[in-house]
């Protein structure tokens, strides 16, 4: 089975602080997403890769950069953390054509304070 | 912006009945997939059905795909205690290949009652 790692459940950051989520998985996918998941908003797409060091905007950029360096390994940075970036951060993989769906992690609980 | 969006928001039924959540989108898709959310952990593939199909199956899960009218259902039949979860729909776009993200809609939250 897929698996995909996220660093920490839980994150207690202070306002304007530089934060990094990494997401490591132990498979050959070649893409990798960042998610943020809030209370009547559903998952919002954030970033996403489809290879080593490409990246993609998706719905919701906005101070949030990412980096892949290594294709099992996308980390997402906040470069100045606000009290709105509070959140469930999910990162995701999928192989080419997906035809198994998205393989999720288990989330990152994000405190900005 | 949210392209699916489900209905019921929330859903209460007994243990051993069936339950049916709809999801709705807005535009052409390439396929469209159902996943499970327990309380706060990550997303669980169920099951994904293609722009071209109309039912599938996968052990209690029946799915259907209506493209004329941009809607899908999730059938769960014989429910068990252990599927109190949350219920997301997502769309991938008509790009297809996995690679340009899902957009979900805000889910249903079962509740099977013991």
């Known amino acids: 089975d897929v698996k995909v790692t996220q660093s920490s459940r839980y994150l207690v950051k202070r306002t304007g602080e530089k934060v990094f989520l990494e997401c490591v998985q132990d498979m050959d996918h070649e893409n990798m997403f960042w998610y943020r998941q809030d209370p009547g908003l559903g998952l919002r797409l954030i970033y996403f890769s489809y290879d080593v060091k490409m990246k993609e905007k998706g719905d919701i950029p906005e101070g949030y950069s990412v980096s892949r360096e290594k294709k099992e390994r996308f980390s997402l940075i906040l470069e100045s953390a606000s009290t709105n970036q509070t959140s469930m951060y999910l990162c995701?993989?999928?192989?080419?054509?997906?035809?198994?769906?998205?393989?999720f992690g288990s989330g990152t609980r994000l405190t900005v304070v | 912006s949210q392209q699916g969006e489900e209905d019921p928001q929330a859903l209460s039924i007994q243990e051993g009945e069936n339950a049916t959540m709809n999801c709705s989108y807005k535009?052409?898709?390439?396929?469209l997939q159902w996943y499970r959310q327990n309380s706060g952990r990550g997303l669980v593939h169920l099951i994904l059905?293609?722009?071209?199909?109309r039912e599938k199956h996968s052990g209690r899960l029946r799915v259907t795909l209506d493209t004329s009218k941009k809607s899908s259902s999730l059938l769960i039949t014989a429910s068990r205690a252990a599927d109190t979860a949350s219920y997301f729909c997502a769309t991938e776009p008509p790009s297809g290949g996995g690679a340009d993200g899902l957009t979900f809609g805000k889910g249903t939250h079962l509740i099977i009652q013991p």
């Open positions: 059905i293609r722009s071209n199909e």
């Open positions: 535009t052409s898709i390439n396929n």
């Open positions: 995701a993989t999928s192989g080419q054509g997906a035809s198994n769906g998205y393989t």
